[in-house]
């Protein structure tokens, strides 16, 4: 069963950094392309990053570019984002997903609540 589990949200005062984490299982992670994803209160969903399988390229939203990593550990099924000065603009519910891994299909992670706010 393909499941992807996010973790690392929560509050965060504006100008500080987070790492979020994607635990991956029921696939053979390092074969497939990866992404995150959020979503902002009354909003529509926003790419955020993606990374290939190898974890050898990587592409950025243009709103987010300079203040965002996405990076990856294949040997142990994770994804990770890093978020730099956060502002309260980043306030949204993260997602990660595999592109593409079930029978051509995306899977979406539960997502991780990020409130940025003193």
């Known amino acids: 069963q393909v499941q992807l589990v996010e973790s690392g949200g929560g509050l965060v005062p504006p100008g500080e950094s987070l790492r979020l984490s994607c635990a991956a299982s029921?696939?053979?992670?390092?074969?497939?392309?990866m992404c995150w994803y959020r979503q902002a209160p009354g909003k529509e969903r926003e790419l955020v990053a993606t990374?290939?399988?190898?974890?050898?390229?990587?592409n950025y939203a243009d709103s987010m570019k300079g203040r965002v990593t996405i990076s990856r550990d294949n040997a142990k099924n994770m994804l990770y984002l890093q978020v730099n000065t956060l502002e309260a603009e980043d306030t949204a519910t993260y997602y990660c997903i595999a592109i593409g891994v079930l029978h051509g299909m995306d899977i979406w992670g539960t997502g991780t609540l990020v409130t940025v706010s003193s």
């Open positions: 990374i290939s399988g190898a974890g050898t390229t990587t």
């Open positions: 029921g696939f053979s992670f390092s074969d497939y392309a």
